[in-house]
């Protein structure tokens, strides 16, 4: 009887001692598992934390690049429009060199007095201002290595021939003397201004040749500059 009590005493302590160790073995695969899923997660947040940074980086980099480049395009517009607002100033044809700018205030001081004298020789005041502008640009104390002289550049010469005033310094005698030879120019092409305005630039002789035979004259470019100064005062005046 004892020997069967101390039997089952003995069985009784092996179970308890194999159940403790399962529970203990289960217990340590839960804890290795959890220890290697909380790893994993630190390694996860270690990766997002080296990774986070960069990409605040990244996104600062690509917005101080939109900002560059929205400040240059904002340059370039402004400049664009700055530019822009130069020409409207200007009001010059595109056609019109830079160049040539008239001089505001002197036409303006001329204008009257050239738009009278014309208008009572039958001629276009922006014409006639074509040819001052292109002359002696409204310089009235103008003088050629030739001797032409004044607004328009009239040759002392060509001023005894239209029984002139001899004083072809004062501006208003020297633009109604020139006016004079244009309305006799113009008269003998017909009105013919190309022809008419090569003749006042390099003499009838010269114009001739070309007006008998329909040709450009060899001075069109001057006869070009009067004719672009003609369109400037039409459509802007003195500017």
């Keep these: 009887m004892r020997l069967a009590s101390a039997l089952l005493a003995l069985?009784?302590?092996?179970?308890c001692s194999a159940a403790v160790g399962g529970d203990y073995q289960e217990d340590g695969?839960?804890?290795?598992?959890?220890?290697?899923?909380?790893?994993?997660?630190?390694?996860?947040?270690k990766k997002s934390a080296k990774e986070s940074p960069s990409d605040k980086g990244e996104a600062a980099s690509s917005k101080s690049k939109t900002g560059k480049g929205a400040k240059k395009s904002a340059?370039?517009?402004?400049?664009?429009?700055?530019?822009?607002g130069d020409v409207a100033t200007a009001a010059l044809p595109p056609d019109v060199p830079a160049s040539y700018k008239p001089r505001k205030a002197a036409?303006?001081?001329?204008r009257d007095m050239i738009e009278v004298i014309a208008?009572?020789?039958?001629?276009?005041p922006e014409l006639v201002l074509g040819v001052v502008k292109v002359e002696s640009n409204f310089n009235p104390?103008?003088?050629?290595?030739?001797?032409?002289t004044g607004l328009m550049q009239v040759m002392p010469r060509t001023g005894d021939h239209m029984e002139c005033d001899d004083d072809l310094e004062d501006p208003q005698a020297n633009v109604e003397c020139g006016?004079?030879?244009?309305?006799?120019?113009?008269?003998?092409?017909?009105?013919?201004?190309?022809?008419?305005?090569a003749a006042y630039n390099a003499g009838p002789g010269n114009a001739n040749p070309s007006a008998k035979e329909s040709k450009t004259p060899f001075n069109f470019g001057y006869v070009e500059k009067v004719l672009r100064w003609r369109n400037v005062?039409?459509?802007y005046g003195c500017r």
């Design 11 to 15: 069985l009784l302590a092996c179970g």
């Design 29 to 45: 695969r839960s804890t290795r598992k959890s220890s290697r899923s909380s790893k994993s997660e630190r390694e996860a947040r």
């Design 75 to 84: 340059g370039k517009a402004s400049k664009n429009q700055g530019v822009g």
């Design 107 to 110: 036409c303006e001081k001329y």
């Design 119 to 124: 208008a009572r020789h039958g001629l276009e």
């Design 141 to 148: 104390e103008c003088r050629s290595r030739v001797g032409a």
């Design 179 to 197: 006016c004079r030879v244009l309305k006799k120019y113009l008269g003998l092409y017909n009105g013919n201004v190309v022809y008419g305005l």
């Design 233 to 235: 005062f039409v459509r």
